[in-house]
């Protein structure tokens, strides 16, 4: 049998500058335990069967298969969020969305809604963290609306409501306090979409037409009829997007349109308020 020490060391060769980390990662989610059992226990015997399978991870991982999907979860807001291929895989830039959502003056009964919620990350962490907020949790795919829906049970959330939807159609009448949104915006031609973890995950959610402004245009035209005067739109786009969602969002009569920086300092997100009809 190998140890622990073994296995790690198994794993240098992993691409990218995380390598240490992601073995750590893949030899826990084997094991069933805590990453301080490897530094309490590096000298443990690893059963054949556990040692096998994270070797079969660590070979997918070499072959670029992203670290959320062998481990089928990734953390967000510090909740722990399942997601597979069928959704977008949560990225920290996105909790500067619910930062910002969490800092505007909204009732303490607000109705929200999360428009291409994917694993329902943004959508949940609100929902966690304002209870008296009705959270609707929207998207085109079913299958994202299965995994959204298993992370709202696992976290017990009872404010929040799933329902597949195009964008906002089929939404008429209802009217929101706040519209949430990170849709695709990488233009159908960028190179990054052949590298890293977006390689394995949907293009209906990284994709949008050859500016990656297409989802962003339906949702600021469709927004306002569906937001109660005074209600917000908060959007994530891309890093060099920022002025064309501004423009996007002023033409459409929205006001205080600003824009927020993401931890790795890229304008991140973009919003602003729906004036009285
Ligand atoms: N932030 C992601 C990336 O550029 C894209 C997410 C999206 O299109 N909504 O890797």
């Known amino acids: ?46 059963e054949p069967g556990q040692s096998q399978r994270y070797l079969e991870l660590l070979r997918a991982r070499r072959q670029g298969r992203p670290l959320a999907h062998l481990t089928g979860e990734r953390e967000f807001w ?40 994917g694993s329902g990350a943004i959508a949940l962490a609100l929902a966690t963290e304002r209870p008296g907020w009705e959270v609707l949790a929207l998207d085109y795919s079913a299958e994202a609306l299965q995994v959204a829906g298993s992370n709202a049970a696992q976290l017990q959330l009872h404010n929040v409501t799933l329902l597949r939807c195009n964008w906002l159609a089929g939404l008429a009448g209802e009217q929101f306090d706040l519209l949430v949104s990170n849709p ?11 590298e890293g973890d977006l390689r394995f995950e ?18 600021v035209a469709q927004a306002p009829a569906a937001l109660r005067a005074g ?41 602003g308020q729906c004036r009285a009809h």
């Open 1 to 46: 049998m190998v140890s622990v020490r073994q296995l790690l060391a198994a794993a240098v060769d992993l691409p990218g500058d995380s390598a240490r980390l992601e073995s750590e990662v893949l030899l826990c989610h084997c094991l069933g335990k805590p990453r301080s059992y490897l530094y309490g226990w590096p000298e443990a015997e690893v």
């Open 78 to 117: 510090s909740l722990s969020l399942q997601v597979n291929e069928h959704t977008l895989i949560p990225r920290p830039d996105t909790e500067t969305l619910v930062q910002w959502a969490l800092e505007l003056p909204l009732p303490e009964r607000a109705t929200v809604a999360d428009l291409g919620t």
């Open 184 to 194: 695709p915006y990488i233009a159908s031609g960028d190179v990054h979409l052949s």
């Open 202 to 219: 949907p293009a209906s959610a990284l994709r949008a037409g050859v500016d990656g402004l297409d989802a962003l245009r339906i949702i």
């Open 231 to 271: 209600g917000w739109l908060l959007l994530e786009h891309g890093y060099d997007q920022a002025e064309a969602v501004q423009t996007l969002l002023r033409d459409a009569g929205f006001e205080a349109v600003t824009s927020r920086v993401d931890l790795a300092g890229q304008v991140r997100a973009s919003g």
